[in-house]
């Protein structure tokens, strides 16, 4: 099923345009692969929608800091996880794919380019497997039309095997903490 081994993960991350499933292991190249995802999307002039919980959310904003200036970090649009996914107490995929559609539309509009970058996590993440495989369906089809990037980071020990099968299914790369394939 692999195809095409990108062992350069950093140069990777800073060229690849597609729907990527990355499942973490390490919450340390964790953040750094999300930070030189964002800095090279902000370098090429992208808006950054992340979506990520509010303790990763800290720490990016605090390392991006230092690195990108004021006009730079005002292209990253931060959302909390847990409410962009939750928006009605429950993971929905028709809800949380017309939160994500109205997210891009105002920069699809002004035809900027944009990155996304979602952590999907919550504590029965298997109970929803059914609904979170409809929703990356629906996301790779969007993700296709716009020519958008997308990173979908899921923690490696919170995904069944089948869940995993299913991923990979509905999207074009499958990345680790350490390297990026395509599929």
Known sequence: MLIEKKPELKSALETINGHIFYSFQDPNKYLENAIT???SGIEQGSHI???ENQRFLSLLQQKLKPILNK???SRIHYTNNFD???TNGTFNPVVVFDHFAKSLKP???RSETVRTWGH??????QDAY???EQYEQNIDKLIVLNDITSVCAYRTGRITKEFKNALLQCHQFFMTDDEIVLI
């Open 107 to 109: 920069h699809l509009e």
């Open 84 to 86: 962009f996914y939750f």
């Open 120 to 125: 999907v996590e919550w504590r029965d993440l």
């Open 49 to 51: 929608l992340m979506v």
């Open 71 to 73: 006009e730079q970090l």
């Open 37 to 39: 995802y964002v800095v």
């Open 130 to 132: 059914r609904e979170v």
